[in-house]
């Protein structure tokens, strides 16, 4: 396991920071990227300051917020042991839904202690899309038997989460399924 300090943690990494005030980070930045980002390093980890979050350079740095704030510009903090290696090769990333079949995440398999399938960032990137696809347009579901709907969804999305299988394989053998019963 790779110990991330100021010197490498911007090296093809995968973090999520927290959300902070940004008046916790009112002293001047230790430094500043090329576009802008600002960087206050402690012992525990870094603050960020910046107006774009999710992929930098080579990283995927997520900020976890608690509130809807429209203001561009955010700070975020991390500890160092926040920190995992990122790389597009090997199967590092799993897929969570939450209970209401409203939102679609990822986490790097080193702070999940899931038992869900593991892919690439491609791999991941592509699924999540798909995922997001079935949540928002549920026409497809007409073609399933009335009062099944939350089921199939359900089972649909947890077969995309937890097999290798693609799309049209789940609705097809879900299908077969549902004409079988009647």
């Not at 203001?71 to 969570?96: H, M, V």
Request: with cysteine; glycine share 4%; proline share 2%.
């Amino acid at each position: 396991m790779i110990l991330y300090n100021r010197y490498n943690f911007y090296r093809n990494t995968y973090c999520e920071f927290t959300e902070v005030n940004s008046e916790m980070c009112s002293q001047s930045p230790n430094y500043v990227s090329k576009s802008g980002s600002k960087y206050i390093f402690t012992e525990e980890g870094v603050y960020r300051i910046s107006n774009h979050w999710g992929r930098a350079a080579k990283c995927k740095w997520r900020l976890v917020s608690s509130t809807n704030s429209s203001q561009r510009t955010k700070a975020g903090f991390a500890k160092w042991s926040s920190f995992y290696r990122d790389n597009d090769n090997e199967p590092l990333y799993c897929i969570f839904v939450d209970a209401n079949l409203s939102t679609v995440a990822y986490k790097h398999k080193e702070e999940s202690d899931a038992a869900n399938i593991y892919r690439t960032a491609t791999e991941t990137t592509k699924r999540i899309r798909e995922i997001r696809n079935l949540l928002k347009n549920r026409k497809w579901l007409q073609h399933f038997p009335e009062g099944t709907h939350q089921e199939v969804l359900h089972s649909v999305v947890s077969e995309m989460i937890n097999s290798g299988k693609p799309l049209a394989i789940i609705k097809s053998n879900l299908m077969r399924h549902f004409t079988a019963q009647s």
